[in-house]
Each structure stands twice: as C-alpha cells, then as structure tokens.
C-alpha cells in the first residue's frame, strides 16, 4: 500500500462562535465527520468534551484520545501526536472558536503534518475575521490580519497609529482582536488617536442571535451614544484609505 492508504487524515475541525439553539454554522458532512473520530488535539479538554456533546452522536468520550495543544505544548510532544494518524487512525484538530491555527494554535502540527506525508483536509465553519471583514464594507480584496494588540497601553496606542498609517498608505483593511476585557479601551483609543475620516468597524457577537456591527467614521464614533461591547467578543477593523 501507499503511504496515504495507510495513514489517517488530520481534520482541521471548526468550531461555533458562541452558543446558539439551533446549529447555523457548522454543516451537516462536517458533523459526521466529527462523529467517527476517537483521536481529537484540542487546546482545552472540558470545553472540547462540551462541543461534542453539543455535536451529539459521537464516539463514547471515555473512548477518545484527547491530546492537549496549547502555546505552552513543546515540540516534540506536538510532532507525537502525530503518532495515532503513521498508525492508520483519523484525528480531529479542534479550534477553541471559529477555524484551527487562524488566531488560534495548531499551525505548527499542521506544518508537521506536511512533512511527514500526511494528509491535512481542513472543513467549512465560521471565521469571525472573514465575516467581520464581509459586514464591514472595508477593502476585501487587502487586508492584514495582526491578531491582538500590545497590552501595554503605550505600545498599544502606537500600534493603532501604525496600522491607521499603514491603511492609507497601502488601502488594505486593518483587521485585530482583544482580550473581551479590553474591548473598551481599544475603542477609545481609536476614537481618540485616529483621524476622523478614518473607517472604524466593531463586529461582536457575530453569528450569535445578540450580533452588533458599527462601520462608521471615526467622526461619527465621536459623536454617538454607543452600546458597550465589554467582555463580548469583537473583532476590530480600520480603514483609512480612500
């Protein structure tokens, strides 16, 4: 046989944004697919264990190999859990929220993955950046995504001027995220630093049925009674080009 007859396939498994009733996010294949594996890389084994369960039908907990990646996993413990897929068994790889190794860990198991000749087969679910960035009205065709922000109130701060200059400099859409406890300062930051012709977009709660996106000029944003979006997931974007 093959070498890909015989190894497993690394799912890259989406998860939801949020909890919802009904499911309007993940389809209908990606669920079966997620039924039959018993080999999961999650980076946290009690909410993981809760998805499941939310996904309904799966394989008994009790019988599935749960293997724990996070920022802190070193190396060579990340390259063994690659072991169960060189012994034929599929694994799923698991996101916290939204889709693996995008803000999220993972991407050096799949680089991993790659060089050992396994194969990766990544499934459809929601990205919080790709759907705030569809909501925003912002240049889709460029755009930078910078993940979180210094969390040094100074760094931070010239870091919102650096991608507000890079914006109208290069017109590509400037897309970051916080810590949900410091969602407020973010936006008073922006207000306050950036110039009032300058595109700000909040999107929060996306997918869930409490969803809020404000795509305005920062002028407007200056002059508005605005709903607190404190604790609530946000993805953030700037746009200063023309």
């Not at 002028?219 to 974007?237: A, D």
């Amino acid at each position: 046989m093959s070498k890909e007859q015989t190894t497993g396939t690394l799912y890259l498994i989406p998860n939801t944004l949020g909890k919802t009733p009904e499911n309007n996010t993940i389809p209908e294949y990606v669920l079966d697919i997620i039924r039959r594996l018993d080999v999961m890389i999650v980076e946290n084994v009690q909410t993981a264990a809760r998805y499941l369960q939310w996904v309904g039908n799966t394989v008994p907990e009790y019988e599935i190999d749960f293997l724990l990646l996070n920022k802190k996993t070193p190396a060579h413990e990340t390259a063994s859990f690659l072991n169960p897929l060189t012994q034929g068994r599929d694994a799923g790889l698991l996101s916290e929220a939204g889709c693996p190794a995008v803000a999220d860990p993972g991407s050096e198991l799949i680089k991993m993955a790659h060089a050992r000749g396994i194969k990766v087969h990544p499934l459809v679910g929601p990205s919080s950046i790709l759907l705030a960035l569809m909501a925003s009205g912002f240049n889709g065709q460029s755009f930078s995504f910078h993940g979180y922000l210094p969390i040094d109130k100074n760094q931070r701060q010239r870091a919102i001027h650096e991608l507000e200059n890079e914006s109208r400099q290069t017109g590509a859409t400037q897309i970051f995220m916080e810590t949900p406890h410091r969602n407020e300062a973010i936006v008073k930051d922006v207000i306050k630093l950036c110039q009032p012709s300058t595109r700000f977009c909040t999107a929060t709660n996306l997918t869930l049925p409490s969803e809020s996106i404000t795509s305005q000029p920062v002028s407007e944003w200056q002059q508005k009674n605005r709903e607190s979006i404190h604790k609530e997931p946000t993805i953030f974007l700037l746009s200063a080009g023309s």
